[in-house]
Protein backbone atom coordinates (compact mmCIF):
# COMPACT_ATOMS: atom_id res chain seq x y z
CA UNK A 1 0.00 0.00 0.00
CA UNK A 2 2.86 2.29 1.17
CA UNK A 3 4.68 1.40 -2.42
CA UNK A 4 1.86 2.07 -4.59
CA UNK A 5 0.75 5.39 -2.83
CA UNK A 6 4.76 6.47 -3.08
CA UNK A 7 4.00 5.99 -7.00
CA UNK A 8 1.34 7.49 -7.23
CA UNK A 9 2.93 10.73 -5.24
CA UNK A 10 6.11 10.34 -7.71
CA UNK A 11 3.46 10.22 -10.87
CA UNK A 12 1.58 13.42 -9.78
CA UNK A 13 5.04 15.16 -8.76
CA UNK A 14 6.37 14.37 -11.91
CA UNK A 15 3.04 16.08 -13.84
CA UNK A 16 5.33 19.75 -13.16
CA UNK A 17 8.88 18.05 -14.07
CA UNK A 18 10.28 20.17 -16.76
CA UNK A 19 13.75 18.88 -18.70
CA UNK A 20 16.06 21.51 -17.00
CA UNK A 21 18.91 19.12 -15.58
CA UNK A 22 21.93 21.09 -16.76
CA UNK A 23 19.80 24.46 -15.19
CA UNK A 24 17.92 23.08 -12.41
CA UNK A 25 20.22 24.32 -9.75
CA UNK A 26 21.00 27.64 -10.80
CA UNK A 27 17.09 28.82 -11.55
CA UNK A 28 16.23 26.95 -7.80
CA UNK A 29 18.95 29.61 -6.16
CA UNK A 30 17.51 32.28 -8.06
CA UNK A 31 13.93 31.20 -7.10
CA UNK A 32 15.30 31.09 -3.67
CA UNK A 33 16.91 34.63 -3.86
CA UNK A 34 13.42 35.81 -5.15
CA UNK A 35 11.69 33.84 -2.76
CA UNK A 36 13.86 35.10 0.92
CA UNK A 37 14.02 38.16 -0.75
CA UNK A 38 10.46 38.57 -1.23
CA UNK A 39 9.69 37.81 2.66
CA UNK A 40 12.37 39.77 3.81
CA UNK A 41 11.28 42.53 2.22
CA UNK A 42 7.63 42.31 3.40
CA UNK A 43 9.34 41.50 7.35
CA UNK A 44 11.16 44.43 7.50
CA UNK A 45 8.37 46.79 6.45
CA UNK A 46 6.12 45.01 8.45
CA UNK A 47 8.53 46.30 11.68
CA UNK A 48 8.69 49.25 10.21
CA UNK A 49 5.15 50.13 9.33
CA UNK A 50 4.14 48.96 13.52
CA UNK A 51 7.01 51.02 15.07
CA UNK A 52 9.15 48.20 16.43
CA UNK A 53 12.29 48.82 17.10
CA UNK A 54 15.07 49.88 15.15
CA UNK A 55 17.24 47.30 16.02
CA UNK A 56 14.85 44.55 14.61
CA UNK A 57 15.22 46.18 10.99
CA UNK A 58 18.44 44.61 10.30
CA UNK A 59 17.31 41.00 11.13
CA UNK A 60 15.45 40.10 7.79
CA UNK A 61 18.22 40.94 5.70
CA UNK A 62 20.88 39.43 7.57
CA UNK A 63 18.67 36.33 7.60
CA UNK A 64 18.92 37.04 3.83
CA UNK A 65 22.31 37.70 3.24
CA UNK A 66 23.16 34.67 5.29
CA UNK A 67 20.98 32.68 2.99
CA UNK A 68 23.23 33.43 -0.26
CA UNK A 69 25.82 31.26 1.54
CA UNK A 70 25.63 27.72 0.41
CA UNK A 71 25.51 25.68 3.48
CA UNK A 72 23.34 28.86 5.70
CA UNK A 73 20.47 28.11 2.63
CA UNK A 74 18.29 25.71 4.50
CA UNK A 75 18.63 27.10 8.01
CA UNK A 76 18.05 30.58 6.83
CA UNK A 77 14.78 29.26 4.76
CA UNK A 78 13.87 27.61 7.96
CA UNK A 79 14.01 31.30 10.14
CA UNK A 80 12.26 32.65 7.71
CA UNK A 81 9.71 30.27 7.51
CA UNK A 82 9.20 29.95 11.07
CA UNK A 83 8.59 33.43 11.28
CA UNK A 84 6.05 33.69 8.36
CA UNK A 85 3.99 30.93 9.64
CA UNK A 86 3.84 32.13 13.24
CA UNK A 87 2.55 35.55 11.37
CA UNK A 88 0.22 33.87 9.56
CA UNK A 89 -1.17 32.05 12.27
CA UNK A 90 -1.21 34.92 14.24
CA UNK A 91 -3.21 37.01 12.05
CA UNK A 92 -5.72 34.51 10.56
CA UNK A 93 -8.33 34.82 9.18
CA UNK A 94 -7.07 38.45 8.22
CA UNK A 95 -4.79 37.17 5.70
CA UNK A 96 -4.42 37.25 1.88
CA UNK A 97 -3.78 34.57 -0.56
CA UNK A 98 -1.18 36.44 -1.77
CA UNK A 99 0.21 35.84 2.07
CA UNK A 100 -0.37 32.00 1.84
CA UNK A 101 1.54 31.63 -1.22
CA UNK A 102 4.23 33.89 0.10
CA UNK A 103 4.76 31.39 3.25
CA UNK A 104 4.25 28.03 1.13
CA UNK A 105 7.01 29.23 -0.89
CA UNK A 106 9.85 29.71 1.49
CA UNK A 107 8.34 26.38 3.53
CA UNK A 108 9.55 24.57 0.24
CA UNK A 109 13.23 25.38 0.49
CA UNK A 110 12.63 24.87 4.67
CA UNK A 111 11.91 21.26 4.23
CA UNK A 112 14.30 20.06 1.08
CA UNK A 113 17.90 19.73 0.99
CA UNK A 114 19.18 21.70 -1.90
CA UNK A 115 22.62 19.66 -1.85
CA UNK A 116 21.07 16.59 -2.28
CA UNK A 117 20.23 16.50 -6.41
CA UNK A 118 17.28 14.11 -5.89
CA UNK A 119 16.15 16.97 -3.98
CA UNK A 120 16.52 19.55 -6.47
CA UNK A 121 13.98 18.02 -8.49
CA UNK A 122 11.01 17.70 -6.00
CA UNK A 123 11.95 21.23 -4.84
CA UNK A 124 11.20 22.77 -8.93
CA UNK A 125 8.53 19.99 -8.60
CA UNK A 126 6.72 21.57 -5.32
CA UNK A 127 7.46 25.01 -6.49
CA UNK A 128 5.85 24.42 -9.89
CA UNK A 129 2.74 22.71 -8.12
CA UNK A 130 2.35 25.46 -5.96
CA UNK A 131 1.85 28.18 -8.96
CA UNK A 132 -0.50 25.51 -10.57
CA UNK A 133 -2.63 25.04 -7.61
CA UNK A 134 -2.88 28.69 -7.26
CA UNK A 135 -3.72 29.09 -10.33
CA UNK A 136 -6.78 26.94 -10.26
CA UNK A 137 -8.05 27.77 -7.34
CA UNK A 138 -7.92 31.38 -8.34
CA UNK A 139 -10.14 30.53 -11.63
CA UNK A 140 -12.34 28.29 -9.87
CA UNK A 141 -13.29 30.51 -7.15
CA UNK A 142 -14.08 33.02 -9.58
CA UNK A 143 -16.50 30.34 -11.32
CA UNK A 144 -18.02 29.72 -7.64
CA UNK A 145 -18.85 33.11 -6.91
CA UNK A 146 -20.27 33.71 -10.61
CA UNK A 147 -19.15 37.54 -10.13
CA UNK A 148 -16.82 37.36 -13.22
CA UNK A 149 -19.66 36.29 -15.67
CA UNK A 150 -21.38 39.21 -16.32
CA UNK A 151 -18.42 41.29 -15.57
CA UNK A 152 -19.76 42.33 -12.17
CA UNK A 153 -16.59 42.11 -10.01
CA UNK A 154 -14.49 44.30 -12.18
CA UNK A 155 -17.29 46.92 -12.75
CA UNK A 156 -17.50 47.47 -9.00
CA UNK A 157 -13.40 47.36 -8.85
CA UNK A 158 -13.96 50.39 -11.61
CA UNK A 159 -16.62 52.11 -9.29
CA UNK A 160 -14.22 51.94 -6.31
CA UNK A 161 -11.03 52.64 -7.24
CA UNK A 162 -9.40 54.77 -9.92
CA UNK A 163 -6.64 52.30 -11.20
CA UNK A 164 -9.59 49.81 -12.34
CA UNK A 165 -11.32 53.03 -13.76
CA UNK A 166 -7.93 54.05 -15.54
CA UNK A 167 -7.14 50.68 -17.36
CA UNK A 168 -10.76 49.60 -18.26
CA UNK A 169 -12.07 52.95 -18.99
CA UNK A 170 -11.86 52.96 -22.84
CA UNK A 171 -13.49 49.90 -23.12
CA UNK A 172 -16.63 51.78 -21.40
CA UNK A 173 -19.30 54.20 -22.69
CA UNK A 174 -19.56 57.80 -21.04
CA UNK A 175 -23.10 56.63 -20.01
CA UNK A 176 -21.38 53.49 -18.23
CA UNK A 177 -18.82 55.31 -16.74
CA UNK A 178 -21.21 57.63 -14.94
CA UNK A 179 -23.02 55.02 -13.64
CA UNK A 180 -20.36 53.06 -11.92
CA UNK A 181 -18.85 56.41 -11.29
CA UNK A 182 -22.42 56.81 -9.02
CA UNK A 183 -21.92 53.77 -7.28
CA UNK A 184 -18.39 54.56 -5.80
CA UNK A 185 -18.70 53.90 -2.23
CA UNK A 186 -21.96 52.36 -2.21
CA UNK A 187 -21.12 49.39 -0.39
CA UNK A 188 -19.79 50.98 2.60
CA UNK A 189 -22.86 51.77 4.36
CA UNK A 190 -24.35 48.43 4.26
CA UNK A 191 -24.86 46.55 7.46
CA UNK A 192 -24.82 42.43 8.04
CA UNK A 193 -26.88 40.58 9.81
CA UNK A 194 -26.36 36.38 9.55
CA UNK A 195 -23.96 36.79 6.42
CA UNK A 196 -26.91 38.78 4.67
CA UNK A 197 -27.02 42.62 3.64
CA UNK A 198 -29.88 44.11 5.80
CA UNK A 199 -31.67 47.05 3.39
CA UNK A 200 -31.45 46.81 -0.54
CA UNK A 201 -28.27 46.45 -2.40
CA UNK A 202 -26.47 48.75 -4.68
CA UNK A 203 -25.97 48.63 -8.27
CA UNK A 204 -26.39 46.73 -10.88
CA UNK A 205 -22.50 47.09 -11.20
CA UNK A 206 -23.14 46.02 -14.88
CA UNK A 207 -22.31 47.37 -18.67
CA UNK A 208 -23.16 46.99 -21.66
CA UNK A 209 -19.78 46.42 -23.26
CA UNK A 210 -19.11 43.23 -24.62
CA UNK A 211 -15.51 43.01 -25.33
CA UNK A 212 -15.77 44.30 -21.33
CA UNK A 213 -17.39 41.35 -20.22
CA UNK A 214 -15.38 39.19 -22.47
CA UNK A 215 -12.21 40.34 -20.65
CA UNK A 216 -13.63 39.45 -17.56
CA UNK A 217 -14.52 35.72 -18.10
CA UNK A 218 -11.05 35.43 -20.21
CA UNK A 219 -9.37 35.94 -16.68
CA UNK A 220 -10.99 33.09 -15.29
CA UNK A 221 -10.82 31.24 -18.48
CA UNK A 222 -6.84 31.75 -18.68
CA UNK A 223 -6.04 31.15 -14.97
CA UNK A 224 -7.75 27.50 -15.38
CA UNK A 225 -6.56 27.00 -18.69
CA UNK A 226 -3.04 27.58 -18.19
CA UNK A 227 -2.63 26.11 -14.18
CA UNK A 228 -3.81 23.05 -16.83
CA UNK A 229 -2.04 23.57 -19.99
CA UNK A 230 1.40 23.58 -17.94
CA UNK A 231 0.73 20.14 -16.89
CA UNK A 232 1.35 18.93 -20.24
CA UNK A 233 5.02 19.00 -21.41
CA UNK A 234 3.78 19.57 -25.59
CA UNK A 235 1.62 22.26 -24.69
CA UNK A 236 3.94 23.85 -21.65
CA UNK A 237 5.35 26.44 -23.94
CA UNK A 238 2.11 27.73 -24.75
CA UNK A 239 0.63 27.93 -21.59
CA UNK A 240 2.88 30.05 -19.77
CA UNK A 241 3.45 31.77 -22.77
CA UNK A 242 -0.25 32.72 -22.10
CA UNK A 243 0.15 32.63 -18.52
CA UNK A 244 3.08 35.58 -18.54
CA UNK A 245 0.92 37.26 -20.97
CA UNK A 246 -2.20 36.62 -18.28
CA UNK A 247 -0.21 38.12 -15.35
CA UNK A 248 0.61 41.10 -17.49
CA UNK A 249 -2.81 42.32 -17.38
CA UNK A 250 -3.64 41.53 -14.16
CA UNK A 251 -0.14 43.85 -13.23
CA UNK A 252 -1.40 46.65 -15.50
CA UNK A 253 -4.89 46.95 -13.82
CA UNK A 254 -4.59 45.84 -10.33
CA UNK A 255 -0.73 47.03 -9.64
CA UNK A 256 -0.08 44.34 -7.42
CA UNK A 257 3.37 44.73 -8.42
CA UNK A 258 4.66 43.43 -4.95
CA UNK A 259 3.40 40.40 -4.81
CA UNK A 260 3.16 39.66 -9.05
CA UNK A 261 7.01 39.99 -8.71
CA UNK A 262 7.16 36.55 -6.58
CA UNK A 263 4.06 34.75 -8.97
CA UNK A 264 5.99 35.67 -12.36
CA UNK A 265 9.26 34.35 -11.33
CA UNK A 266 7.83 30.72 -9.95
CA UNK A 267 6.06 30.74 -13.23
CA UNK A 268 8.96 31.21 -14.66
CA UNK A 269 10.47 28.04 -13.43
CA UNK A 270 8.15 26.52 -16.24
CA UNK A 271 10.84 27.09 -18.37
CA UNK A 272 13.53 24.87 -19.94
CA UNK A 273 16.18 27.89 -20.04
CA UNK A 274 17.27 29.62 -16.59
CA UNK A 275 14.54 32.57 -17.05
CA UNK A 276 14.66 33.69 -13.71
CA UNK A 277 18.18 33.99 -13.08
CA UNK A 278 18.53 35.96 -16.17
CA UNK A 279 16.10 38.22 -14.67
CA UNK A 280 17.70 38.32 -11.55
CA UNK A 281 19.10 41.93 -11.84
CA UNK A 282 15.52 43.22 -12.96
CA UNK A 283 13.88 41.53 -10.01
CA UNK A 284 16.61 42.65 -7.80
CA UNK A 285 15.91 46.12 -8.51
CA UNK A 286 11.96 46.01 -8.54
CA UNK A 287 12.72 44.84 -4.73
CA UNK A 288 15.33 47.12 -3.84
CA UNK A 289 12.37 49.88 -5.55
CA UNK A 290 9.93 48.45 -3.18
CA UNK A 291 11.84 48.43 0.08
CA UNK A 292 12.45 52.26 -0.88
CA UNK A 293 9.08 52.71 -1.56
CA UNK A 294 8.37 51.42 1.51
CA UNK A 295 10.46 53.69 3.49
CA UNK A 296 8.58 56.87 2.14
CA UNK A 297 11.97 57.62 0.54
CA UNK A 298 11.06 56.98 -3.07
CA UNK A 299 7.19 57.70 -4.07
CA UNK A 300 5.01 55.72 -5.91
CA UNK A 301 1.50 54.31 -6.13
CA UNK A 302 1.16 50.27 -6.13
CA UNK A 303 -0.51 47.67 -4.39
CA UNK A 304 1.15 45.84 -2.16
Not at 177 to 202: C, N, S, Y
Amino acid sequence: MKRALDRLAERILSLTAVDDAPRRISKLRAAFIIVSLHVTVRLTLAIFFAHGPRALLPLPGLLFVLGLRRRLLRPAAIVLALVECVRFALAYPDVSNHYLIECLAIAIFAVVDLDREEEQGLCLQLLAWLVVVALFASGLQKVLHGAYFKGQYLAYMIANTDRFRDFFGPLLSAADLAHLKALAGATDHLHFAFGHALGPMPGPYRVHSLLFVAISNAVWLGELTVSIGLLSRKIRPAALACGLLLMAGILASSHEVFFDTLFVNLLLLFARSDLNRKLLPLSLAAYALYLLVGFGVVHASFVW
